[in-house]
């Protein structure tokens, strides 16, 4: 991995591995999974609920299709077994460097949305409209469902994409069915 460039962390048990992660943040963590302590299992159970943007890998000398399929559904990216083919390797490495890539930019996308749809890029000027803001602030926090009723040019869809935005993703969009009186 240094010889492709890469920064590498060791570490030589879970626990050594989850002060490491929390020193710096890590794209990829190759773990055994058989380990001093605990497992690798253990390690991706407490990687994915603390760092869920890390990949982890699971390898091990005693692969089996079962422990594959049980590595997965876990939320292991992949179980590779030993001995390592350092091509396949490489190959797996640009993958998951192509979808922390893509899992950033998708990150500051959703950034940049919540950021221009916010309540904040909503002028009004009346005492009315201001109580609108306010109630529609309070309910994207919360799960509520909202119709947004209103004449053509009023902002319905500006504000339910505030709405949306603001909530986190928690309210499913449904802009486009904006009621007009």
Avoid at 19 to 35: C, E, N, P, Y
Avoid at 66 to 92: C, Q, S
Wanted: glycine share 8%; with cysteine.
């Amino acid at each position: 991995m240094r010889k492709q460039g890469h920064t590498v962390v060791e570490a030589g048990s879970a626990d050594e591995a989850m002060a490491q992660l929390r020193k710096s943040a890590v794209d990829i963590v190759f773990t055994d999974v058989r380990m001093p302590g605990k497992s690798g299992h253990d390690l991706l159970n407490q990687v994915r609920v603390a760092f869920p943007e890390s990949t982890v890998i699971l390898m091990t000398a005693f692969g089996t299709i079962e422990g594959a399929v049980e590595a997965m559904r876990a939320g292991a990216y992949d179980f590779l077994t030993k001995p390592i083919d350092l091509e396949a390797l490489d190959h797996l490495v640009l993958r998951v460097s192509e979808r922390q890539r893509l899992l950033s930019e998708n990150r500051l996308l959703r950034e940049q949305l919540v950021e221009k749809y916010s309540f904040d890029g909503i002028v009004s000027q009346s005492s009315a409209m201001e109580e609108v803001l306010n109630t529609a602030g309070r309910v994207a926090q919360s799960k509520a469902s909202v119709l947004i009723c209103g004449e053509s040019g009023t902002g319905k869809e500006l504000l339910a994409r505030a709405i949306h935005y603001s909530s986190g993703g928690r309210i499913e969009p449904s802009w486009l069915s904006t009621v007009r009186p």
